[in-house]
Nanobody, 127 residues
Framework: QVRLVESGGGSVQSGGSLRLSCVASGYTHSRYCMGWFRQAPGNEREGVAA???????DYADFTQGRFVISQDNAWNTLYLHMNNLKPEDTAMYYC?????????????????????WGKGTLVTISS
């Protein structure tokens, strides 16, 4: 059974930084796309950043170079480093994964394509 557990959310002021972590267990395939999605109250879930088993990354335009996704395969951990945070970044952030032989192409635009989800970690940015 695949399990994804996020951590690292919290409350920071505008301009601050956070690092989100997602520990994965139970996933036995070598091919994958893993990503971070977020959902603010009243909004649809949207893709933030994704990375595949070859280390190729994709980012949503709104990250504007402020966010960096990375992975530590030795610890089965996915990270999202977020800098220069803005109030509009306030949301629940979710880690997600799917088996993919084609990387993460277009998966950021289709959260329904992801098969496995964590329960989320809340990020709150105050102005």
């Amino acid at each position: 059974q695949v399990r994804l557990v996020e951590s690292g959310g919290g409350s920071v002021q505008s301009g601050g930084s956070l690092r989100l972590s997602c520990v994965a267990s139970g996933y036995t395939h070598s091919r994958y796309c893993m990503g971070w999605f977020r959902q603010a109250p009243g909004n649809e879930r949207e893709g933030v950043a994704a990375i595949d088993d070859e280390g190729d990354t994709d980012y949503a335009d709104f990250t504007q170079g402020r966010f960096v996704i990375s992975q530590d395969n030795a610890w089965n951990t996915l990270y999202l480093h977020m800098n220069n945070l803005k109030p509009e970044d306030t949301a629940m952030y979710y880690c997600a994964a799917v088996y993919s032989e084609f990387g993460c192409a277009e998966l950021l635009d289709d959260y329904s394509a992801m098969d496995y989800w964590g329960k989320g970690t809340l990020v709150t940015i105050s102005s």
